[in-house]
């Protein structure tokens, strides 16, 4: 298993260009998620999906959309960059469950520079 | 929003030492859990509590689900230079949607 993986892992970006994030995972986990990290500002969730075809809006959703097509993939789209979604982004995922074993489990993160 | 309280935010210690951090919320909680992300790479599930006054050891790590359900702490005992790192503790609250909170994270440096 490869687990939760992001594509790409670096990017710079314009202010005003638009990008997606791509974020698969092959455990058959329902729900996934994506965050973004900043520095002292710890997680803070931007969009988040409990199955295949269903998206929800998160903590910080402003300047960000989603879409799980697939169950195995969620997209993170940004449509007009802005310097202040320089971050690093993490997805997670996780199956239906409430135990140790049904925790997030979290990719290696995509580091994201808008000049 | 929710937020949860984490202390301290940094920590220099001495190999050997232990360590001691904690989070607390407003509200209460039905889940605390604690992570350890190395850098550069994604935050990896240390600890998992869901009763009040759960006490729980992975190794050299322990953390305890505070028993008035609105706090958490976790203990390191005998550090060592491998556990450098960012501890963050998230939870979820009663009444939410099942989404996880995290705390701000304590960032942890070990001298050799």
């Known amino acids: 298993n490869a687990g939760v993986t992001q594509t790409p892992k670096f990017r710079v970006l314009k202010t005003g260009q638009s990008m997606t994030l791509l974020c698969a995972q092959d455990m058959n986990h329902e729900y996934m998620y994506w965050y973004r990290q900043d520095p002292g500002m710890g997680l803070r969730l931007i969009h988040y999906s409990v199955g295949e075809g269903t998206t929800a809006k998160g903590e910080v959703p402003d300047g960000y959309n989603v879409s799980r097509l697939k169950k195995q993939n969620f997209l993170l789209g940004l449509e007009s960059a802005a310097p202040s979604q320089t971050s690093v982004y993490f997805c997670?995922?996780?199956?239906?469950?409430?135990?140790?074993?049904?925790?997030?489990?979290f990719g290696p993160g995509t580091r994201l520079t808008v000049l | 929003g929710q937020q949860l309280n984490q202390s301290p935010q940094s920590m220099f210690i001495q190999e050997g030492e232990d360590v001691s951090m904690n989070c607390t919320s407003s509200s209460i909680f039905n889940t605390w859990l604690w992570y350890k992300q190395d850098p550069g790479e994604g935050p990896v599930l240390l600890i998992a509590?869901?009763?009040?006054?759960e006490l729980t050891s992975n190794g050299r790590l322990t953390a305890q689900f505070g028993i008035t359900r609105k706090d958490s702490f976790l203990n390191i005992s005998a550090s060592i230079p491998s556990d450098v790192g960012i501890y963050f503790c998230?939870?979820?609250?009663?009444?939410?949607?099942?989404?996880?909170?995290f705390g701000k994270g304590t960032k942890l440096s070990v001298k050799p």
């Open positions: 997670a995922s996780r199956p239906h469950g409430s135990s140790s074993y049904n925790e997030q489990f």
């Open positions: 509590l869901y009763k009040a006054g």
């Open positions: 998230a939870g979820r609250f009663v009444g939410s949607q099942g989404n996880l909170i």
